[in-house]
């Protein structure tokens, strides 16, 4: 079993640094125990002893770095996580969009999940969106995350027993079939979202999104990957289009252009040229 009484602190610098080079997200003294704990794992999946010999595994082989980065994140995620938000979208954010784009004659909404875990964020979207917008408007889920992982469990769709609480009842019979040991979601709402591999640190190449969902993610990066992060969601975004973070999260005090807006719901950020 690997001994990570070898993770020193020169170890410790290595690996903090190319982790944040490569993906945004910050080790300090305070997580350090979390990085030792899955990098433990990795090595025992490897059969190596070496936090050394990982590192240059890691330096060399993009593979093996994605699979690395895929295991130090934390993807934890529900259906509805905070409701808030839902209840934004439907009341506020939606008929906003509706007004604003009437006028293009352009009735497709382009929603961005950005970090979307096992695709809980992604399907209670689309599900809403489902429910909630009037004829003839349609929109079209993006739906990406750093996890190749989370993103397998994403696209299957199958959600266990213990993973479906905070699904409202009517929304379970209505958007799911139940199998064994779990349910699976239909494949109409499937079809409304393109999952995908990407790293926020790099651009996405989208553009003139309406919407973008980007929840409990910054919240592990250090400010200036936070920053370059938030500004990047900017040139993806339309003008007057909403950008919904985590509610522990803020950009209070960042370098950005986004506007706050603050709805009876919940607080939410606007791009507004
Ligand atoms: C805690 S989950 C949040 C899931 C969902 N947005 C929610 O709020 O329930 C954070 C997700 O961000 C992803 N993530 C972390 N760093 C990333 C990066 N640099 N690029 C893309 N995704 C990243 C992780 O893989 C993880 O699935």
Not at 76 to 84: C, E, G, I, K, P
């Amino acid at each position: 079993m690997a001994d990570v009484a070898f993770f020193n602190d020169a170890d410790f610098e290595e690996y903090r640094k190319l982790i944040y080079g490569e993906s945004g997200i910050t080790f300090t003294a305070t997580n350090r125990a979390i990085l030792e704990s899955r990098l433990k794992e990795r090595l025992r999946e490897k059969n190596l002893t070496s936090v050394k010999a990982y590192f240059e595994i890691i330096s060399k082989d993009k593979e093996e770095l994605k699979a690395f980065l895929d295991s130090i994140t934390t993807n934890l995620t529900r259906f509805f996580r905070n409701q808030a938000h839902f209840d934004a979208l439907e009341k506020f954010v939606t008929p906003e969009l509706i007004k604003i784009k009437k006028a293009s004659g352009n009735t497709t909404l382009k929603i961005w999940s950005a970090g979307c875990s096992t695709g809980e964020e992604p399907y209670t979207i689309a599900m809403l969106m489902s429910e909630i917008l009037p004829p003839p408007w349609k929109f079209e889920v993006v739906a990406s995350d750093i996890s190749l992982k989370c993103l397998m469990t994403a696209k299957g769709g199958f959600y266990a027993e213990n993973r479906i609480v905070g699904i409202p009842d009517n929304y379970l019979k209505k958007y799911f079939d139940k199998t064994e040991g779990g349910y699976k979601i239909h494949a109409d709402i499937q079809s409304k979202i393109r999952f995908d591999y990407h790293n926020l640190k790099n651009d996405s190449g989208l553009r003139n999104m309406d919407l973008v969902f980007c929840r409990n993610v910054i919240i592990y990066f250090d400010e200036a990957a936070q920053t370059a992060v938030i500004n990047r969601f900017w040139d993806s975004m339309a003008n007057k289009s909403f950008l919904f973070i985590g509610h522990s999260e803020s950009l209070f005090g960042m370098d950005t252009k986004f506007e706050f807006v603050k709805t009876e719901w919940a607080t939410l950020y606007r791009k507004f040229i």
